[in-house]
């Protein structure tokens, strides 16, 4: 007797049983699956097997994310089951062909797929089919009829045998109920998918899951929540080897719900890159129409224009005209910011935001009035611009913060048109209030600093409302209203986060050991590799952080004027180009008109670089010698500019100085009429007032910190350590990161002479040397309560990025949300050995019982040094 | 023209056609080259790279600085600029030494900025591309200066 041969019947049995329900093995590897289905068709001439092959490798490519190369395979296995009249095999690869279509945005072919299929498929596959007509008329904006189709495939399929199935209708249901805006059905759905998936251990449909769920966050405006999901997406989906594209599309959406425009572009760059490359033409359409968004908040408004357009272009080949009129209200709204002005844009944002109400996009609809009403305000229609903003202000009360943001805008408008300024004063204020509210729920600090930008218009109208009217205390409290949201609230930050903390100790290392490599010339590529991974995680990490929910605080303006006493606030705003101060003294406010904010900049700039070769002695003598005649040329000017015309009013009074946008990194102290002057720099007068008023703490360690490499530093600790006795002092090795943060954690007063490294990049990651590497930003968040007062004698230590509504980020507004009083910091380079002779007298002069800003006054004018500053309460 | 270097012309320009078929010099190595030669037909004077803060590792003020400092000098003058980052792009603030208002042009190899240097000698150019650059420096009733080229 022989070996026993297979039956020929066996061998196809088993074949067809390795392809025949390709669900759970694309779901779980599609690489793995492709591989499958290739040998089986190398194997095999029986077309009912080779169909079913065919078929399970489109998916498997679909899944990749390569659509051209899952249609070719679809359509092969469509065509070999038609030759010989499997008519059901043949539907079976049309209903997969159905969803393949329509992310390429080709909702025609997609649909007659479907209706093709149908005759031939009953019961449960009847289900799957109707389950993926679905897709297909969701993704055309057909809701309803998606709904009523998801509904019919529930009905259809067995959960028992098409357990996969049913969790993906949940999970298309609620995408659809999520973009109807019935969060609270879709969020069911969603998590019911989710629950499902992960009972069949599919970790790419649990990512699916999450992603949605994060974008369902997205809309609900809980941004905190939705980067969280998006993370864990991400992190199912990379597992399993599926395309990130979309994921990086809805983190996109959410950052850009909070203004952080510039870090939405990227990622939606990123999506739009993957989804060209995939072809995936739908995705990519309203991808780009993301992009177009977020450059449109840059205020790139040609490029705005630019990725709106080939959206719009899309769109229209797709047949989509809802998501074309979204495409079309942005190039609108860029060609108005690029500065048109015309009948024709008139005529145009009017149909625009006709056909935006047709299809239900009711805030970009929204978006379309104001610009139309803006439109026709300039126009002189006034009282058309009053109907179509009557139309539009309705929605001010409900619905999703964007929306409701929105139509305060129109309600400001429209009250405007009808000569209510104050009316439309208090509206702007109310938009605010929805913009303050958006940003309560977020706890990290880079995200709160940005949430201003969505309500710039808002405090862009107010502002030129109260200006106009001319009455300067309404000016002072409107510029507090707008100003450093951020600063106003405590951040809300995990303290004993024992992941977050792993992180930065992590970065340390990789950071030092950066500056080590290099400083033996040796490549960092790949660690330099890892700090860019290690701050990305410690960033979106971070973000993960609630914000605590109370009310902003409101600026007292009584409170002010009796914590200034005798003193002057000088708060400085622009509107345009135009620089203005409001003065304060012996409370009385007035408002004075300065130079051009553009001119002020370039001599700040021309100081700063002048003050940056000083203190590192670069050049030749005589370039030092021009160096010495430029900063005293720009220290001139700047005094010019922004003192001269106020000098009457402020006379040599003590000064609280709140500047405005990149003048916050002005080095004040170096312009002549504030020589010897005591100078308190504030972000705000809010935030002046409440560190004045806050009693200096009693209690609390002496800290003087010594970082490494630096000849100057510890001569300097000696020396400021004679007026402290009982001074803990950290210096040599013990000066690593975690001791000096547990070390300054509640301190009354701390000293910290080491190097400082301002980010421009990203300013969370600005930091403060210290023997084992970087104490950043992050870590000084970690801080119970930071010490009352800090003296930070380092460079650049004071320097913020600046975001609208004069929004910083930074190691000094770190502190002051911590509980910092008062913080004596650069805002320039300083040379090592001046700065210990400065800190040396000044601490002299604060221990003899002078104020911070007086004693450091003092100190600089003896010395003949400019480049620290005092802020906060002086 | 003899009929032998109308051969040997024949065959450089075939060669060439080789070559930029199989492969092409840069467009921006072009540019380069370009702008090198046109400047021979100038008089102009060489201002090379005298400092950079990049290279210099020694340790006197209390931080990494707000940007890179270089020095350029020539017979007659000397550029200091500083170079500072802008997200992709590079922020340049300059002064002449001395002080002397004149025209000055910020080349790379993708094109050309024009600024003004005022009375001070004090000049700046924001987003400038990341890659090489040359300053090239025009002042009234002066020989041209032109830079060495830095990549920033």
Redesign the interface.
């Known amino acids: 007797m022989g070996l026993p041969s297979l039956p020929v019947d066996q061998l196809r049995a088993d074949q067809l049983s390795a392809v025949e329900d390709p669900g759970r093995q694309v779901e779980l590897d599609p690489d793995l699956a492709e591989r499958t289905a290739t040998s089986v068709l190398a194997a095999t001439d029986d077309p009912d097997v080779a169909s079913a092959a065919h078929r399970m490798r489109g998916l498997a490519r679909a899944r990749r994310g390569d659509n051209a190369a899952a249609t070719r395979d679809l359509v092969k296995a469509i065509k070999i089951a038609d030759r010989v009249g499997l008519a059901r095999r043949g539907a079976l690869a049309r209903l997969s062909l159905v969803v393949v279509h329509a992310a390429d945005g080709r909702f025609d072919l997609a649909l007659d797929q479907a209706d093709r299929a149908r005759p031939w498929l009953s019961g449960p596959d009847r289900g799957e089919l109707l389950a993926q007509r679905g897709v297909a008329l969701a993704r055309l904006g057909q809701a309803p009829a998606a709904l009523r189709s998801f509904a019919a495939a529930l009905r259809l399929l067995d959960p028992r045998t098409q357990p996969i199935w049913c969790a993906r209708v949940h999970l298309n249901r609620g995408l659809v109920l999520t973009y109807r805006g019935d969060l609270v059905a879709a969020e069911v759905e969603l998590e019911r998918s989710r629950v499902e998936f992960g009972a069949l251990r599919l970790a790419g449909g649990v990512g699916m899951a999450s992603q949605n769920i994060g974008y369902l966050h997205t809309l609900r405006g809980d941004i905190p929540a939705a980067l969280e999901w998006l993370d864990e997406a991400e992190r199912m989906k990379l597992a399993v080897g599926m395309d990130t594209a979309s994921t990086s599309h809805d983190r996109a959406e959410a950052l850009l719900s909070v203004g952080l425009a510039a870090e939405a572009r990227g990622h939606a760059a990123t999506a739009v890159a993957g989804m060209t490359r995939q072809g995936r033409g739908a995705d990519l359409a309203e991808a780009r129409l993301t992009l177009a968004r977020a450059a449109s908040l840059v205020g790139d408004h040609a490029g705005a224009r630019r990725a709106a357009g080939a959206a719009l272009r899309a769109f229209m080949s797709q047949e989509r005209p809802g998501w074309a009129a979204i495409a079309r209200q942005i190039v609108l709204r860029a060609r108005w910011d690029g500065g048109e002005r015309s009948a024709r844009l008139i005529a145009e944002a009017r149909i625009c935001a006709e056909d935006l109400d047709r299809a239900g996009w009711r805030t970009t609809a929204m978006q379309a009035r104001v610009l139309l009403a803006q439109a026709l305000l300039d126009g002189q229609h006034r009282s058309e611009a009053a109907v179509e903003l009557a139309l539009a202000s309705r929605a001010r009360r409900r619905g999703a913060a964007d929306l409701r943001v929105a139509a305060w805008h129109v309600e400001a408008l429209l009250r405007l048109a009808h000569g209510d300024r104050s009316g439309a004063l208090r509206a702007a204020s109310a938009g605010l209030d929805v913009v303050d509210a958006h940003s309560a729920a977020l706890g990290a600090t880079d995200l709160r600093a940005q949430s201003m930008t969505r309500g710039r218009p808002l405090a862009q109208l107010g502002l030129d409302l109260v200006i106009a009217r001319n009455r300067p205390r309404d000016v002072l409290r409107w510029l507090e209203r707008a100003r450093t949201t951020a600063l106003r609230r405590r951040p809300a930050r995990p303290p004993r986060d024992a992941r977050l903390a792993a992180q930065l100790a992590e970065l340390r290392q990789v950071t030092s050991a950066i500056s080590q490599e290099r400083g033996r010339g040796a490549d960092t590529v790949d660690l330099r590799r890892d700090q860019v991974r290690l701050e990305g995680l410690i960033r979106d990490h971070a973000r993960h952080a609630r914000g605590v929910d109370h009310a902003a605080e409101r600026l007292d303006l009584d409170q002010v004027i009796a914590a200034l006493g005798a003193r002057a606030l000088v708060e400085y705003f622009s509107a345009g180009d135009q620089l203005r101060a409001v003065v304060l003294v012996d409370g009385r406010c007035r408002i004075i008109t300065l130079s051009s904010y553009g001119d002020a900049l370039r001599e700040a700039e021309s100081l700063r670089f002048a003050m940056h070769r000083l203190a590192r002695r670069h050049g030749t003598e005589a370039s030092l010698a021009i160096a010495w005649t430029t900063l005293e040329h720009a220290a001139a000017a700047l005094d010019a500019a922004l003192l001269a015309p106020i000098a009457r009013l402020i006379g040599d009074r003590e000064l609280v100085l709140v500047p405005t946008m990149r003048l916050h990194a002005l080095p004040w102290p170096a312009l002549p009429s504030l020589h010897g002057r005591p100078v308190s720099v504030a972000p705000s007068a809010a935030q002046w007032v409440r560190a004045a008023c806050a009693p200096r703490r009693r209690t609390g360690a002496v800290v003087l910190v010594a970082g490494p490499d630096l000849v100057f530093a510890e001569p300097e600790l000696r020396s400021v350590g004679r007026h402290y006795p009982g001074a803990v002092r950290i210096r040599d090795r013990s000066a690593t990161a975690d001791r000096v943060q547990r070390a300054i954690d509640g301190a009354r007063v701390a000293h910290i002479a080491c190097h400082g490294h301002f980010r421009t990049d990203n300013p969370q990651f600005s930091s403060l040397r210290m023997v084992d590497g970087p104490l950043m930003v992050y870590d000084l968040e970690r801080l119970r309560r930071a010490p009352d007062l800090i003296v930070l004698s380092a460079c650049d230590t004071a320097l913020s990025a600046v975001h609208p509504g004069d929004e910083l980020v930074g190691l000094s507004s770190a502190l002051f949300a911590l509980g910092t009083r008062t913080l004596v910091a650069a805002v320039s380079p300083v040379d090592d050995e001046a700065a210990k002779t400065l800190m040396v007298d000044f601490h002299r002069r604060l221990a003899r019982g002078g104020s911070p800003a007086a004693a450091l006054a003092e100190s600089q004018l003896a010395h003949g040094v400019i480049g620290f500053a005092c802020f906060g309460a002086g | 023209m003899t009929s032998e270097s109308r051969a040997e012309e024949r065959l450089w320009h075939d060669l060439r056609g080789v070559f930029d078929a199989v492969d092409p010099v840069p467009a921006d190595v072009l540019a380069v080259a370009r702008g090198a030669l046109a400047l021979r037909t100038l008089d102009a004077e060489l201002a090379r790279l005298v400092?950079d803060?990049a290279l210099d590792?020694s340790?006197?003020?209390?931080?990494?600085?707000?940007?890179r400092?270089v020095?350029f000098e020539s017979d007659t003058l000397?550029i200091?600029v500083?170079v500072?980052?802008?997200?992709a792009d590079r922020h340049l603030?300059g002064?002449l030494?001395?002080?002397v208002p004149a025209r000055v042009t910020i080349q790379t190899p993708g094109g050309a900025v024009e600024v003004d240097a005022d009375e001070?000698?004090?000049f700046?150019a924001s987003q400038v591309p990341a890659g090489p650059v040359r300053l090239v420096c025009h002042r009234p009733s002066e020989q041209v200066t032109v830079t060495s080229w830095l990549t920033i």
């Open positions: 400092a803060s590792l340790v006197g003020v209390r931080d990494d600085g707000p940007g400092l020095t000397t200091e500083q500072s980052q802008t997200g603030v002064q030494v001395p002080p001070l000698g004090r700046s």
